[in-house]
């Protein structure tokens, strides 16, 4: 009983100790978070250029997104694939699923690569 006593005393030691430590690390840790970047054109009051430098940047990310859709529907495809040749027993869908998909990624991401200097002016 005495030994769990002691136990006990020293894990609410511990804790005390630590909780003391984890108050204390706010006023010794505090990082300014870092400052908002500016749209990159038409920055100098234009609103005109201000709503250019928006769309753009809005196609950009338009862009990434529809790279980053191409690769999750190929990876679902890919997987259903997988499935389906593994039941059959013929290997040849997937082949097709995988050289196709890697095919059409790359065209994506060269269009997006493509489109987005386009989009720059």
Do not use: C
Request: glycine share 14%; no cysteine; hydrophobic share 55%.
């Amino acid at each position: 009983m005495t030994s769990i006593m002691n136990l006990f005393r020293r894990a609410r030691g511990a804790l005390a100790t630590s909780s003391a430590a984890l108050m204390a690390l706010p006023s010794v840790a505090m990082a300014a978070l870092p400052q908002q970047e500016s749209i990159t054109e038409g920055a100098d009051g234009d609103l005109f250029g201000t709503i250019q430098g928006v769309g753009r940047e809005g196609f950009s990310l338009g862009f990434i997104a529809l790279a980053a859709f191409a690769i999750l529907v190929y990876i679902v495809g890919l997987i259903w694939a997988f499935n389906e040749s593994k039941k059959r027993g013929e290997w040849s869908v997937l082949g097709a699923v995988l050289g196709f998909g890697v095919l059409m990624i790359v065209v994506v991401i060269w269009l997006a690569n493509y489109g987005d200097p386009i989009m720059g002016g």
